[in-house]
């Protein structure tokens, strides 16, 4: 059913994700859906998350066995619209992105993707941090904050203006930001 509402938003956006329209796209009648979903809203939030998937198990599986900066790196990019599967999600998470602002269950899940993010990002910064990899007067909040941002600025350009940010672009603009972390702080 998540595939369906996915493809649904990804070929006439939110608008077009009626309960009917994704019950037309299974073969099957609105009843199926509202059997395993109350509303609208809670297919569509399992739908968000089937499209992101597991980002922080993605980024830190990336990150196993790897040290310093090129462990965070690779935390980083491993949630970017790389992969074919990741280009996808960050479409529809982008066409999600308008609606989730006034809409209390998007937020919510939205938030709590977010904070998890943050956490798993916040203690590798901590660790670098003690490490000596980052300057001692750094910021960890602020350094969590400026590469989701990273992340989010990346996502959203690429779902845009997917011929802008190749992969090559991507890394760069993640390697260049880590750098400009490491010597400054």
Do not use: C
């Amino acid at each position: 059913m998540a595939e369906a509402t996915i493809r649904v938003v990804l070929e006439g956006g939110l608008e077009a994700a009626s309960m009917q329209a994704i019950a037309r796209e299974l073969g099957e009648t609105v009843g199926v859906l509202t059997y395993y979903f109350r509303n609208k809203d809670e297919l569509m939030l399992a739908a968000l998350a089937h499209a992101m998937g597991d980002l922080l198990g993605d980024a830190r599986r990336a990150a196993a066995g790897k040290r310093g900066l090129e462990r965070l790196e690779a935390m980083v990019t491993a949630t970017l619209p790389i992969r074919r599967d990741r280009r996808r999600g960050w479409r529809v998470w982008v066409a999600f992105l308008g609606q989730t602002v006034a809409h209390p269950g998007l937020i919510r899940a939205q938030r709590r993707r977010y904070e998890e993010f943050h956490r798993g990002l916040g203690a590798l910064v901590g660790e670098l941090i003690r490490a000596g990899v980052l300057p001692k007067r750094s910021r960890p909040r602020e350094i969590v904050n400026g590469l989701i941002a990273l992340v989010d600025g990346i996502g959203i350009g690429s779902a845009i203006r997917p011929a802008d940010y190749p992969e090559v672009v991507q890394r760069r603009l993640v390697r260049q930001y880590l750098e400009g972390l490491s010597k400054h702080g």
